[in-house]
């Protein structure tokens, strides 16, 4: 079956540092890759996704990620990190195969950040 | 901002009773689904639609059904509410079907089964 995995289910950084949020999926084909992020209380919004070509994409809130089919990752990443990017950020994967038109979410990945 | 809102944005009630959350979109997409969050599981589909009376089952549909009369409107009900049906519930709206369609979520709805 497919899934999707996020192994940190809490990560904690300073602000100005750089941060990497992990995903990987397990899936037969191509998939295609989302990253939402949510805020407390609030819904989910889209940060990036992948569908093909160039294997590092650009996202809102200067965020970008990388697809490694090697292995089967697209991990989030942000060069320096704002107060404002604390949330909690789900991974998801989506299919083309007839009969499953929804996204799979890993468990979520929440991020908090020091002064 | 998608055109999605949900009601009520937040309800307590009694094991038993019956529940029905609304979703309304004004974006005219075709594909609305609804998701329930819990803590260390993610977001987890409950069921999806596809067109108007066109409905089908996500992984975790038991305990739920679902209805859509019109484009615009997407019901989730429980028939009778339990205690593990606590969650927070989301709507989520595409315009096409297939994985490389992204998906606009709601506000979500906050349900407390006492």
């Known amino acids: 079956a497919q899934s999707v995995t996020q192994p940190d289910i809490h990560i904690t950084v300073s602000e100005g540092a750089s941060l990497e949020l992990r995903c990987n999926y397990s899936?037969?084909?191509?998939?295609?890759l989302f990253w939402y992020v949510q805020s407390p209380g609030q819904g989910l919004q889209l940060l990036l996704k992948?569908?093909?070509?160039?294997?590092l994409v650009q996202g809102i809130k200067g965020f970008e990620a990388e697809f490694k089919r090697s292995q089967s990752s697209f991990n989030l990443r942000k060069p320096s990190v704002h107060w404002s990017d604390a949330a909690e950020y789900f991974c998801?994967?989506?299919?083309?195969?007839?009969?499953?038109?929804?996204?799979?979410f890993g468990s979520g990945t929440r991020l908090q950040v020091q002064p | 901002d998608a055109g999605i809102t949900q009601s009520p944005r937040h309800k307590v009630t009694e094991t038993g009773t019956p529940v029905t959350l609304r979703c309304h979109q004004t974006?005219?997409?075709?594909?609305m689904y609804w998701y329930r969050q819990d803590p260390g599981h993610g977001l987890r589909l409950i069921h999806y639609?596809?067109?108007?009376?066109?409905?089908d089952k996500g992984e975790v549909s038991d305990g739920y059904s679902v209805s859509r009369s019109k484009t615009e409107d997407f019901l989730l009900t429980l028939e009778s509410a339990t205690s593990s049906q606590t969650s927070v519930y989301f709507c989520?709206?595409?315009?096409?079907?297939?994985?490389?369609?992204?998906?606009?979520f709601g506000p979500g709805t906050r349900l407390t089964v006492l």
């Open positions: 992948y569908f093909s070509g160039d294997t």
């Open positions: 974006e005219n997409h075709r594909y």
């Open positions: 899936y037969g084909a191509t998939p295609y």
């Open positions: 989520a709206i595409s315009l096409g079907a297939g994985g490389n369609n992204e998906q606009f």
């Open positions: 998801a994967v989506g299919y083309m195969d007839t009969g499953r038109r929804a996204l799979t």
């Open positions: 639609s596809y067109g108007v009376k066109d409905t």
